[in-house]
């Protein structure tokens, strides 16, 4: 059976909305050729929300191929006009469109696609809104900020039937195409311990005031994030700083490249569904190791650090800087990408038109991302953490349960 298609268990009922696990997903009428509606022969037409530094490389993405960008949207009137003019060459015409807001995007039956590339903390509420509005999505990872929004997002695309993505290419492409099968066919026995080197935790943004430039609709970029003064280093997109480093806006290096090596990691488990139990912090006495680590119904133990991605069995092990690997048993029937596709964007594209859950579905995303939340929450108390998965709360803690959401400014606040 194909993974893709599989159904999503009762342990994930409320991350997955499982009630609606069995409805088709839902393909409107104008993609299928109804009511005299010429369909995309061949591009799916998109709408780019966001062109950082990221950005740049999904508009790439989505102004060619078997899509074609009709619109792009940043509140940054700059920025948006770049993005406009490379649109324009591209296609040689004048026809590109700039949304001032990306709920202007939403209101266009033109679209198909709502590509989401903006800080993290936008993620969950633009998403939401577009599976309202009958759009499909690839939204960059990490796929949410808080553990509430990993409820919500799923719940919104099931409610919806609508085709999202999360954006982790490397899942597939740095981890889960050779470590899945070594894996799942117990080439190592069975599986004990994970490390997984990524950044740390987010810290506190107290940088100080400067002048907004032009063009800049500063409190728009905030959105439901605490109002706080314009900087540079604040809105930047850089990839070894800005914005990633702070918990108004995301949940550190740790998500940031967790979305891809705790990603990679539990895909190949089978764990990406799953969410451990209980959450240690470092150097105490159920984990005396330097890492914060994640421990599992079924005893395995995932660390927040300790090599690139470090697998450690009862037969063996590797990582994935190792020259030589283990060579897997046998055949194994693991998730891939869907149709003759070559990349996660084709995948995307294939899932849309045949209206099935892609690679890197809503779900994995999300749980993904809940991960490392768990983790950013043990880091931040600094005591041992008991998490239960299908009531979604932490056990006899207050404090920890008063974290699985956070305060949202108005009018940016998320409904499902």
């Not at 740790?254 to 090596?261: I, T």
Request: glycine share 10%; hydrophobic share 35%; aromatic share 10%.
């Amino acid at each position: 059976m194909n993974k893709n298609r599989r159904n999503i268990n009762r342990r994930n009922f409320l991350a997955a909305g499982a009630a609606m696990i069995a409805v088709p997903l839902f393909l409107p009428g104008r993609i299928l050729g109804l009511d005299g509606v010429t369909p995309p022969n061949e591009r799916l037409t998109t709408a780019v929300i966001g062109f950082g530094n990221r950005g740049r490389d999904l508009l790439n993405v989505f102004r060619s191929r078997k899509y074609q960008c009709l619109g792009v949207c940043d509140c940054f009137q700059q920025r948006a006009e770049n993005a406009r003019d490379i649109v324009n060459q591209q296609y040689n015409n004048t026809d590109c469109l700039i949304f001032p807001k990306y709920e202007d995007a939403l209101d266009n039956e033109k679209i198909d696609i709502l590509v989401i590339v903006t800080p993290d903390h936008w993620h969950t509420r633009m998403t939401i809104d577009a599976c309202k509005a009958g759009k499909d999505v690839f939204c960059e990872k990490p796929l949410t900020l808080t553990l509430a929004e990993s409820q919500q997002i799923v719940a919104a695309a099931r409610k919806y039937s609508r085709v999202v993505s999360s954006g982790s290419q490397r899942v597939w492409q740095d981890y889960g195409w050779y470590m899945a099968p070594i894996i799942q066919s117990g080439a190592i026995g069975e599986v004990k311990e994970v490390y997984c080197g990524v950044g740390g935790p987010p810290k506190t943004c107290y940088l100080p005031e400067q002048q907004v430039p032009d063009g800049l609709n500063w409190e728009r970029w905030l959105g439901q994030a605490p109002l706080a003064p314009y900087n540079d280093e604040r809105m930047s997109g850089n990839y070894g700083g800005g914005w990633r480093q702070f918990e108004e806006y995301c949940n550190g290096f740790l998500a940031d490249w967790g979305a891809h090596k705790f990603g990679g990691a539990l895909y190949a488990l089978g764990l990406d569904l799953e969410d451990p139990v209980e959450i240690l912090p470092a150097k105490t006495e159920n984990n005396p190791k330097e890492f914060c680590c994640a421990v599992f119904k079924n005893g395995l133990r995932m660390y927040h650090g300790g090599g690139d991605v470090r697998c450690v069995g009862t037969e063996g092990s590797f990582d994935r800087a190792d020259r030589v690997k283990p060579q897997p048993l046998g055949p194994v029937d693991i998730r891939r990408y869907s149709g003759p596709q070559g990349d996660i964007y084709d995948d995307f594209d294939f899932c849309v038109r045949n209206r099935l859950r892609p690679f890197q579905d809503v779900a994995y995303g999300a749980r993904t991302a809940a991960f490392c939340q768990l983790m950013v929450i043990c880091y931040k108390l600094n005591r041992p953490l008991k998490w239960n998965q299908e009531k979604y709360q932490f056990e006899n803690d207050e404090q920890a349960n008063r974290m699985i959401t956070r305060p949202q400014r108005t009018p940016y606040g998320i409904e499902v």
